[in-house]
């Protein structure tokens, strides 16, 4: 790796060139994210849907870690991309720093809770089918273990991303997918001498290929990459630097957290509805990523475009990106909602060909199409917000109407002919407002902020 040739200048030159450069690379990033559970799900759909629900629900407490993880990721990216921009060297590596040290302790505690609670928390969804909480339960335990290695390489990506390089994350998770990829089929279904361990295999392949993602990254930051002059990671906390990361942190976090406890809460109706709902809200989720995928890559990508920015005092140029980025998420929304409802069959027979699980899970995707643009811009609009430090807004937005998805889930599913189909439908009206409430927000903070006084 060249030292310093992957760093984007995000204060200077062309806007939506800048954008771009910068968004590709983390769109693939999170498609490699999006990989490993695709992969993942291929090779288990192979075992059929028991399997497929067992991974779907265990899955519930790695989506849920994702919260934890916003803790620190998102105040290390935002005051990382502002200390860069403000050209201020020993803040961004503070801030680096602590942002690890933070997750680092995180990771190790969220890994004892899974360990120790196991059985309660796959207990929880009471699928009243012992194979699959018994496959589930296996699966968390493994999983569990790589836990502090995933938690951490993803604020290293956002470390990387907030300096203004997208790419080196990209080629570093690049390697731990192609791992993960190889070692799918022989662990999930045997090779040779190598017996099949079923659900236990894709959880051993994607812990190793998550260690291996680890050590590259602290290799790339210590010894070869010219991200900071002389970066250390073991070294005394600032309480101040973590105290800020954290309280930008916790809002998304808050709300990442209730947002998965509710999917908890709406997977318990589904359980109603026996385990192949489940494995289809479990495939169908992991298609519209496609769509979230890549609005949120574009929306990181916009977050340090607006952090450095904001970070320099070039708030004129805040608002231009705003816009410019808004109009790319429009259309990524109107293509994604195209892909979902005319290719659903055909995207879903990818994972599960079990008739009724098509059945459902075309259901699924054609319904959840309807929201896609929506969700395309509050994901955007959000990433803006976050870039100038904002975090609490669209964070609390989100938490009300994901709140509202439980009265209504069961409202739509059992009191009107909707059954099922009401489910994936409160789903999609919940994303039709936040999409619109986010937008709107975020041009109320600009019309009502001093700095952006005559940058509109």
Same mark, same amino acid.
């Given at each position: 790796?060249?030292?310093?040739?992957?760093?984007?200048?995000?204060?200077?030159?062309?806007?939506?060139?800048?954008?771009?450069?910068?968004?590709?690379?983390?769109?693939?990033?999170?498609?490699?994210?999006?990989?490993?559970?695709?992969?993942?799900?291929?090779?288990?759909?192979?075992?059929?849907?028991?399997?497929?629900?067992?991974?779907?629900?265990?899955?519930?407490?790695?989506?849920?870690?994702?919260?934890?993880?916003?803790?620190?990721?998102?105040?290390?990216?935002?005051?990382?991309?502002?200390?860069?921009?403000?050209?201020?060297?020993?803040?961004?590596?503070?801030?680096?720093?602590?942002?690890?040290?933070?997750?680092?302790?995180?990771?190790?505690?969220?890994?004892?809770?899974?360990?120790?609670?196991?059985?309660?928390?796959?207990?929880?969804?009471?699928?009243?089918?012992?194979?699959?909480?018994?496959?589930?339960?296996?699966?968390?335990?493994?999983?569990?273990?790589?836990?502090?290695?995933?938690?951490?390489?993803?604020?290293?990506?956002?470390?990387?991303?907030?300096?203004?390089?997208?790419?080196?994350?990209?080629?570093?998770?690049?390697?731990?997918?192609?791992?993960?990829?190889?070692?799918?089929?022989?662990?999930?279904?045997?090779?040779?001498?190598?017996?099949?361990?079923?659900?236990?295999?894709?959880?051993?392949?994607?812990?190793?290929?998550?260690?291996?993602?680890?050590?590259?990254?602290?290799?790339?930051?210590?010894?070869?990459?010219?991200?900071?002059?002389?970066?250390?990671?073991?070294?005394?906390?600032?309480?101040?630097?973590?105290?800020?990361?954290?309280?930008?942190?916790?809002?998304?976090?808050?709300?990442?957290?209730?947002?998965?406890?509710?999917?908890?809460?709406?997977?318990?109706?589904?359980?109603?509805?026996?385990?192949?709902?489940?494995?289809?809200?479990?495939?169908?989720?992991?298609?519209?990523?496609?769509?979230?995928?890549? +609005?949120? $890559?574009? /929306? =990181?990508? &916009? %977050?340090? *475009?607006?952090?450095?920015?904001?970070?320099? @005092?070039?708030?004129?140029?805040?608002?231009?990106?705003?816009?410019? +980025?808004? $109009?790319? /998420? =429009?259309? &990524? %929304?109107? *293509?994604?909602?195209?892909?979902?409802?005319? @290719?659903?069959?055909?995207?879903?027979?990818?994972?599960?060909?079990?008739?009724?699980?098509?059945?459902?899970?075309?259901?699924?995707?054609?319904?959840?199409?309807?929201?896609?643009?929506?969700?395309?811009?509050?994901?955007?609009?959000?990433?803006?917000?976050?870039?100038?430090?904002?975090?609490?807004?669209?964070?609390?937005?989100?938490?009300?109407?994901?709140?509202?998805?439980?009265?209504?889930?069961?409202?739509?599913?059992?009191?009107?002919?909707?059954?099922?189909?009401?489910?994936?439908?409160?789903?999609?009206?919940?994303?039709?407002?936040?999409?619109?409430?986010?937008?709107?927000?975020?041009?109320?903070?600009?019309?009502?902020?001093?700095?952006?006084?005559?940058?509109?």
């Amino acid at each position: 790796m060249n030292k310093g040739n992957d760093r984007i200048n995000l204060i200077e030159g062309s806007i939506i060139t800048n954008l771009l450069k910068m968004a590709i690379p983390i769109m693939g990033t999170s498609f490699m994210q999006m990989a490993y559970n695709m992969t993942d799900m291929i090779w288990i759909g192979f075992l059929g849907s028991k399997a497929v629900a067992a991974v779907g629900i265990a899955g519930f407490y790695v989506w849920f870690s994702f919260a934890f993880i916003l803790i620190s990721k998102t105040g290390t990216e935002v005051k990382v991309a502002q200390a860069s921009g403000a050209n201020n060297e020993d803040a961004a590596e503070n801030y680096a720093r602590s942002g690890f040290q933070v997750i680092f302790i995180i990771g190790i505690l969220y890994t004892v809770v899974l360990i120790l609670f196991k059985e309660s928390l796959i207990d929880f969804f009471n699928t009243r089918d012992a194979e699959v909480e018994l496959m589930s339960k296996a699966y968390l335990m493994i999983i569990a273990l790589g836990m502090v290695f995933s938690f951490s390489n993803q604020v290293f990506t956002g470390i990387f991303n907030g300096r203004g390089d997208s790419k080196s994350p990209f080629k570093v998770n690049a390697t731990g997918l192609i791992i993960n990829i190889i070692l799918d089929p022989i662990l999930i279904l045997g090779f040779g001498p190598i017996p099949a361990f079923g659900v236990v295999g894709a959880a051993v392949a994607t812990i190793f290929a998550q260690f291996v993602v680890f050590l590259q990254f602290v290799y790339y930051i210590k010894f070869k990459h010219s991200l900071f002059h002389h970066f250390t990671f073991i070294k005394k906390p600032n309480i101040k630097s973590i105290e800020t990361i954290v309280a930008m942190g916790m809002p998304p976090a808050i709300q990442s957290g209730l947002f998965t406890f509710i999917s908890m809460f709406i997977a318990r109706l589904i359980a109603d509805y026996g385990a192949t709902p489940i494995a289809v809200q479990k495939v169908g989720s992991q298609i519209e990523a496609i769509s979230w995928m890549t +609005a949120g $890559g574009f /929306a =990181v990508a &916009l %977050g340090a *475009f607006v952090g450095q920015n904001y970070g320099a @005092g070039q708030f004129k140029r805040v608002v231009e990106g705003y816009k410019k +980025a808004i $109009g790319v /998420a =429009v259309l &990524l %929304g109107v *293509f994604n909602s195209l892909l979902l409802f005319l @290719g659903a069959k055909w995207l879903f027979m990818i994972f599960i060909r079990e008739p009724l699980a098509i059945i459902q899970g075309v259901d699924y995707l054609r319904i959840l199409a309807v929201s896609q643009l929506f969700m395309c811009i509050e994901i955007t609009a959000t990433g803006a917000l976050n870039g100038i430090g904002n975090t609490k807004p669209a964070a609390f937005i989100s938490i009300v109407f994901n709140a509202l998805r439980i009265p209504l889930a069961y409202y739509l599913s059992t009191q009107t002919p909707l059954g099922l189909n009401g489910i994936w439908w409160t789903i999609t009206i919940s994303s039709i407002f936040k999409g619109i409430i986010v937008y709107i927000w975020f041009g109320m903070v600009v019309r009502r902020s001093p700095e952006f006084s005559n940058a509109i």
